[in-house]
């Protein structure tokens, strides 16, 4: 499950066992697989940007280096109830887990060392219950979501069809 929380600006995802099997999971933050980058005439291209990542028993972080020497990048906040977690070089493995809820923030232009440092306390001050913070953003959500609307006269049966067969007629 997960969503992008207007209310605490952090992307929230939780992952839990399924009928009572414990969920063992490596999390790491990488960049996109740079072989896949294509230039906007569609042929492939180089991406310009260099890598950097960590982790810690807290959780990740990466930050990408632009050619003119600006920064970007995220820290995520990983808390499991129930099992144990471990480094392993750049990524954080759990076992035996409940419940495992990841907390992301980014920032798009800083620089990594105080960018970090401002996000892994922000996320800590999250509480890392899922439900509660979907309540939140549900809340807020919902008030913008239903500002507006747009009836564009179908009728019963074509209201009740997925989006994805209307845009095959």
């Not at 399924?18 to 180089?46: R, W």
């Not at 008030?143 to 006269?153: A, K, W």
């Amino acid at each position: 499950e997960l969503f992008v929380s207007r209310a605490d600006d952090a992307v929230v995802l939780r992952l839990r066992a399924d009928g009572g099997t414990p969920i063992s999971a490596s999390f790491a933050l990488v960049p996109h697989d740079k072989d896949d980058a294509v230039a906007q005439n569609g042929k492939p291209t180089e991406v310009p940007f260099r890598y950097e990542s960590s982790a810690d028993m807290n959780g990740l972080a990466i930050c990408g280096v632009r050619p003119d020497g600006t920064e970007f990048g995220a820290v995520a906040r990983i808390v499991c109830k129930g099992g144990r977690a471990q480094l392993c070089g750049s990524s954080l493995a759990v076992e035996a887990a409940e419940e495992i809820v990841v907390l992301i923030d980014l920032f798009a232009n800083g620089e990594h060392d105080p960018e970090w440092r401002r996000l892994k306390e922000r996320l800590e001050k999250l509480p890392a219950d899922y439900e509660r913070l979907l309540l939140r953003h549900a809340s807020e959500h919902r008030e913008t979501f239903l500002r507006s609307s747009l009836d564009l006269g179908a009728d019963d049966a074509r209201r009740e069809t997925a989006n994805e067969y209307l845009l095959l007629d």
